[in-house]
């Protein structure tokens, strides 16, 4: 995995810092991206959302995690003395490195955190035999 605008592996970025027609900033969720003998596996806190609000979408080898953490537990009226906890729209790019198939990926969102299991590619053997049939080929 790597930023998709770094040269380091398994790391996210943000997409841009306004989203098109919006004031409001991009932020990038806490990751881990750890690999098991079973392939790659991502996991993303992401308190206080639900799954619905959650959009996973693979373009070619780069894993895309975006949504929206809803605003709605704070006063009206309120003066902020610290404010470390990221709302609105986030989006997330991973860009997988080769050796895992994202069209087997599966996702779960569970106490606030999704986790991405994405499989290693199957591979098939560089050698196989060719069955011969026996009788009349169309080839000769």
Known sequence: MCKVSSSV?????????VREGSARPHWVPNTDVYTTDS???VKVELA???SEHLEITVEGN??????????????AKCNFLVMEINYGPFESVL??????????AKASYLNGFLRIDVPLVVRTSKSAKVPIAEGKSSLL
Request: proline share 8%.
């Open 62 to 75: 780069r894993l895309r995690i975006s949504g929206n953490r809803p605003d709605g537990c704070r006063a």
């Open 95 to 104: 860009e997988v490195p080769p050796g895992y198939d994202l069209s087997l």
């Open 9 to 17: 592996h398994f790391v996210t970025r943000s997409v841009g810092t």
């Open 39 to 41: 392939g790659l596996v």
């Open 48 to 50: 206080g959302m639900r």
